[in-house]
């Protein structure tokens, strides 16, 4: 049985991720067609082996669009991108308690991917992925310390 959240993790849609073989031609063809520009980056993240851009329209967006490019020949986004050319395939969730929103997922079922680990795009602060029993890939990044 499915449990509900705990209201102390303060769940947040924050981003769509979307593999790609580049960052420029997918970074244009969202300018051209939305109107999207770059609001962060890019990013070359050493652990997780990407580079990354953050693109949105306004400030008013509830979510941005995360492009996200090998960094190396090893990189984890390649075997999306070999399968199916790649495309939208996570959405990234920000949390207030990154270890109690694991081990929330891990009581629902859920499979810890990766640990937390921190990540150049969020000011080193911590990410974690999970995978569901509906073959869902989720991205979680620990929240700001104000």
Known sequence: MISEPPENLNFKLMHVGVAVSTLGPTTELLSALFGYKVVSGPFDDPIQKVTVNFL???????AEIELIAPLAQDSPIRSMLAKDGGGAYHLCFETSDIDAALAHAKSNGCIVVSPPVPAVAFQGRRIAWIYTRSRQLFEL???ATV
Not at 56 to 62: G, L, R, T, Y
């Open 141 to 143: 990044v620990e929240a």
């Open 56 to 62: 949105a329209k306004s400030a008013e967006d509830v």
